[in-house]
């Protein structure tokens, strides 16, 4: 099992930033990537940014390429997600994911990610 404890998330004018932070403990030896997720009211999950745990390849959704940048610091088993130019249309929860021991590096699914943090919110403002 992968224990996932995200943190970070606030109130923001558009145009500011924020950073989240998650950080993974229990069985992360063998964690082949993590991503994070983000679900407004009424809207399904959806993809936000992942990143590969032993190559640190990274993926985006065209959402917030430019604008987002995700990265990991492995002797701390932690993952943060650097938002800058928020825009209202980024309110949502933001998720935490892991892979765990896949043979994937990289997943837009969220059905595909075993391992969940509890969310945290992130309202920009306008």
């Known amino acids: 099992q992968v224990q996932l404890v995200e943190s970070g998330g606030g109130l923001v004018q558009a145009g500011g930033s924020l950073r989240l932070s998650c950080t993974a403990s229990?069985?992360?030896?063998?964690?082949?990537?993590m991503g994070w997720f983000r679900q407004a009211p009424g809207k399904e999950r959806v993809f936000v940014a992942s990143?590969?745990?032993?190559?640190?390849?990274?993926f985006y959704a065209d959402s917030v390429k430019g604008r987002f940048t995700i990265s990991k610091v492995n002797a701390k088993n932690t993952v943060y997600l650097q938002m800058n130019s928020l825009k209202p249309e980024d309110t949502a929860v933001y998720y935490c994911?892991?892979?765990?021991?896949?043979?994937?590096?990289?997943?837009?699914?969220?059905?595909?990610?075993?391992?969940w943090g509890q969310g945290t919110q992130v309202t920009v403002s306008s």
């Open positions: 229990g069985r992360t030896v063998n964690n082949a990537a």
């Open positions: 990143i590969s745990w032993s190559v640190g390849s990274t």
């Open positions: 994911a892991a892979l765990g021991d896949s043979y994937m590096s990289f997943s837009r699914t969220p059905e595909a990610y075993p391992y």
